[in-house]
C-alpha cells in the first residue's frame, strides 16, 4: 500500500542536540511538506519541496532545515537554535502543484526536548 | 489574526445525531480541505472543493466562495466519528493556512 512514514512516532531529545525527523513516500508524489502542530494552534508550515533538490521557506523556517535529495524522502533537522522544538511534527505530500491534488499525511512524530 | 476560523471548538453528540461544523476564512482562496485527525494524531484528507457540494458516504462538505464559508455536515453519526477535523484552505499562491481544529466527540 502507498502512503507516508515518518518515524520515530516517539523522540526523546536533550536541550542542545541536533534531531533528525524521517518521512519517506511511496505515492510518486512531487510536493512534499512538514508541518508543526501545536495544541491550540492550526498546523504552520515549517519547508515545502515541490521538486527534487528544491525547498522552500515555511513561516516558521527558522531553526529546522531540510534536504530533498531524493523524491520519495524529506527529512527535518530541528536544529539546537529552535527555541522551542517540543511539538508534534507532521509530513505530507501531493502529487503535482500545491493545491491540486489532496494532501497525504503520515503518522507524525511527537518529539520532546529536555 | 487567523485567516481560518472554524465552529465550535469542541462538539459532543449523541449516535444517529446530524453534525455540522462551520469554517470561515477571511481572503481569497483557490481550493479549501476538509481533513479528519485521529487521537493518534495521523491525518486523513476528506475533501477537497472549490465549489459548490461533496458527498462521501455519510459526509458532506458544502462551499459558499460569496460568503467566505464552507460547512461540514455528517448524518447519522456514529463514535467512530470522533476525532478532530480540520478547515485547511489554499491561498492564492501556494501555501495552505489551518482552522485550529473542531474535536468531536460521538457517544454511544
Known amino acids: 500500500d502507498g502512503g507516508i512514514t515518518q518515524s520515530p512516532k516517539y523522540l526523546f531529545r536533550k536541550e542542545g542536540q541536533n534531531v533528525t525527523l524521517s518521512c519517506e513516500q511511496n505515492?510518486?508524489?512531487?510536493?512534499m511538506y512538514w508541518y508543526r502542530q501545536d495544541p491550540g494552534q492550526g498546523l504552520r508550515l515549517i519547508y515545502y519541496s515541490q521538486i527534487v533538490n528544491d525547498f522552500q521557506k515555511g513561516d516558521i523556517a527558522e531553526g529546522y532545515s531540510v534536504s530533498r535529495e531524493k523524491k520519495e524522502s524529506f527529512p527535518l533537522t530541528v536544529t539546537s537554535a529552535q527555541k522551542n522544538p517540543t511539538a508534534f511534527y507532521l509530513c505530507a505530500s501531493s502529487m503535482g502543484r500545491i493545491g491540486d491534488s489532496p494532501l497525504h499525511f503520515g503518522n507524525g512524530t511527537r518529539l520532546t526536548v529536555t | 489574526k487567523n485567516e481560518v476560523e472554524q465552529s465550535p471548538q469542541n462538539l459532543t453528540a449523541q449516535e444517529g445525531e446530524f453534525i455540522t461544523i462551520n469554517c470561515s476564512y477571511s481572503?481569497?482562496?483557490?481550493?479549501l480541505h476538509w481533513l479528519q485527525q485521529h487521537p493518534g494524531g495521523g491525518i486523513v484528507s476528506l475533501f477537497m472543493l472549490s465549489s459548490g457540494k461533496k458527498k462521501h458516504g455519510r459526509l458532506i462538505a458544502t462551499i459558499n466562495i460569496q460568503e467566505k464559508h464552507s460547512s461540514l455536515h455528517i448524518t447519522a453519526s456514529h463514535p467512530r466519528d470522533s476525532a478532530v477535523y480540520i478547515c485547511a484552505v489554499l491561498l492564492t499562491g501556494n501555501q495552505f493556512y489551518f482552522g485550529t481544529g473542531t474535536s468531536l466527540t460521538v457517544i454511544p
Open positions: 505515492l510518486n508524489h512531487d510536493a
Open positions: 481572503v481569497g482562496i483557490s481550493a
